[in-house]
């Protein structure tokens, strides 16, 4: 699971933001300005729309500059979840980032063949 | 004019059949020479071993040539045109020359057919690219069948050191009946299931099958990435059910998606889609991560077939 930052998850308010097909989002927030999603399950086309809609709400939020993304408990991730994750962090401007965590292989895969060189989601190997 | 025939470039496709050593050697050192000599920037991709001999014709202009080993960099034939695509763009406003030798007898079937699809697709995605290219063919080793599409999939002959048009050539959207004909159909006992919406069982009936073929875990999951794309494909844009079917041999175990879609793109798969393309993702990941990729498509349908080898080399 989140290590370092998010272990003291139990002071933290938890919200299940979506629960679409097979793919469940859990948003958690930590003042000043950080977010934690938790993804569980399997990110496919069934879900897509929900979690573009999530991650577009959060890059809306200007007061939002920090979003960690947990994907340790995913099976499974197909390309266009990955691609939503690539575009909505390359929205985010100065100043504002978005670190992946516990990316599956095929997450890794999709990023090395299609954005290797796209930088601004912050994969993390923790 | 004169400006819009610089600007549209100078293309060429030309087809060496040669039988010996000194048959290959000497026309293709010959080419890769008069580029040099031009300043052209050159790329070589052959066969290692036939490398050597041409490195040792062209003695210290050698240095000068880019060389690849194309039975790794063309294992999958579809991985060719990008990489050739790269080099061209690389040195954008020059006339460059590529020598490319994707066909080699000891290839499989279904690899032979993809080389010639590879071959014909040529035409089409470099056409008005300043390039010149040959691609050789050893006719002592090659089927006589495979020389005849290969007469088919190059608008020129080179003979003789020199260049003559050739007749049976099928223009650039032509394919030989070889790799645009149905496919061979699978094996009686193969696997056989209809998806309608849930992808997951879809996914955990070839990682089932792909671990009991002894697929490491590392191409097992590409696998199940690769065929899940493409069976999204179905759902995105086909609305029919999907089939999926996966069989095995000694060599390597298959996945086919056949679905009532349409892919119109020729060269789908085989373009580096945009960083922010709206589409084009799936299909490009899907040639990257299959040893070897086959696609059929007409009004009545689309069928992927995606190979990996069991014992990869």
């Given at each position: 699971m989140v290590s370092d930052a998010w272990s003291e998850r139990q002071d933290m308010v938890s919200d299940l933001v979506s629960d679409e097909g097979t793919l469940r989002i859990i948003k958690q927030c930590r003042p000043p300005g950080q977010v934690l999603l938790e993804l569980t399950g399997e990110a496919d086309l069934r879900a897509e729309a929900a979690l573009c809609a999530v991650l577009a709400g959060l890059a809306a939020k200007p007061v939002v500059t920090d979003i960690h993304v947990d994907l340790s408990g995913l099976r499974f991730i197909d390309v266009a979840a990955t691609r939503s994750l690539v575009l909505a962090a390359a929205t985010l401007g100065p100043g504002r980032r978005m670190v992946v965590r516990g990316a599956p292989a095929a997450m890794r895969r999709t990023m090395e063949f299609c954005w290797a060189d796209y930088t601004a989601l912050e994969v993390s190997s923790g | 004019?004169?400006?819009?025939?610089?600007?549209?470039?100078?293309?060429?496709?030309?087809?060496?059949?040669?039988?010996?050593?000194?048959?290959?050697?000497?026309?293709?050192?010959?080419?890769?020479?008069?580029?040099?000599?031009?300043?052209?920037?050159?790329?070589?991709?052959?066969?290692?071993?036939?490398?050597?001999?041409?490195?040792?014709?062209?003695?210290?202009?050698?240095?000068?040539?880019?060389?690849?080993?194309?039975?790794?960099?063309?294992?999958?034939?579809?991985?060719?045109?990008?990489?050739?695509?790269?080099?061209?763009?690389?040195?954008?406003?020059?006339?460059?020359?590529?020598?490319?030798?994707?066909?080699?007898?000891?290839?499989?079937?279904?690899?032979?057919?993809?080389?010639?699809?590879?071959?014909?697709?040529?035409?089409?995605?470099?056409?008005?690219?300043?390039?010149?290219?040959?691609?050789?063919?050893?006719?002592?080793?090659?089927?006589?069948?495979?020389?005849?599409?290969?007469?088919?999939?190059?608008?020129?002959?080179?003979?003789?050191?020199?260049?003559?048009?050739?007749?049976?050539?099928?223009?650039?959207?032509?394919?030989?009946?070889?790799?645009?004909?149905?496919?061979?159909?699978?094996?009686?006992?193969?696997?056989?299931?209809?998806?309608?919406?849930?992808?997951?069982?879809v996914r955990a009936l070839v990682e089932k099958h792909a671990r009991d073929a002894g697929l490491t875990d590392a191409r097992a999951a590409d696998l199940v990435l690769a065929v899940s794309e493409v069976a999204a494909n179905t759902l995105r844009h086909a609305r029919s059910p999907g089939t999926l079917s996966i069989w095995r041999d000694d060599d390597e175990i298959v996945c086919e998606i056949h679905d009532e879609g349409t892919i119109t793109d020729p060269l789908a798969g085989r373009r580096r889609p945009a960083p922010d393309a709206a589409g084009g993702h799936g299909l490009w990941l899907v040639h990257q991560l299959c040893d070897l990729v086959e696609l059929r498509s007409d009004s009545n349908g689309t069928t992927v077939r995606m190979h990996m080898a069991l014992n990869p080399l």
């Open positions: - | 004019m004169a400006e819009s025939a610089v600007a549209q470039g100078t293309f060429g496709h030309a087809a060496l059949f040669y039988r010996t050593e000194d048959d290959y050697v000497t026309p293709i050192a010959g080419f890769l020479r008069e580029g040099l000599e031009a300043g052209e920037p050159a790329f070589v991709a052959v066969p290692a071993a036939k490398a050597a001999l041409l490195r040792e014709a062209l003695g210290p202009d050698a240095g000068r040539v880019r060389f690849a080993d194309m039975t790794a960099m063309g294992r999958n034939p579809a991985w060719i045109i990008p990489r050739v695509r790269a080099f061209v763009d690389e040195h954008s406003g020059r006339h460059v020359r590529y020598v490319g030798e994707p066909v080699w007898e000891t290839r499989t079937a279904a690899e032979l057919r993809e080389a010639t699809k590879h071959e014909a697709l040529i035409n089409l995605a470099f056409a008005g690219a300043d390039a010149d290219i040959l691609c050789p063919y050893d006719t002592a080793r090659l089927d006589p069948a495979v020389i005849a599409q290969a007469h088919q999939t190059h608008p020129e002959l080179l003979c003789d050191g020199l260049r003559e048009a050739s007749a049976a050539y099928s223009g650039p959207l032509g394919l030989p009946s070889s790799c645009s004909s149905p496919l061979p159909c699978p094996p009686h006992d193969a696997m056989s299931f209809t998806y309608t919406t849930d992808l997951s069982e």
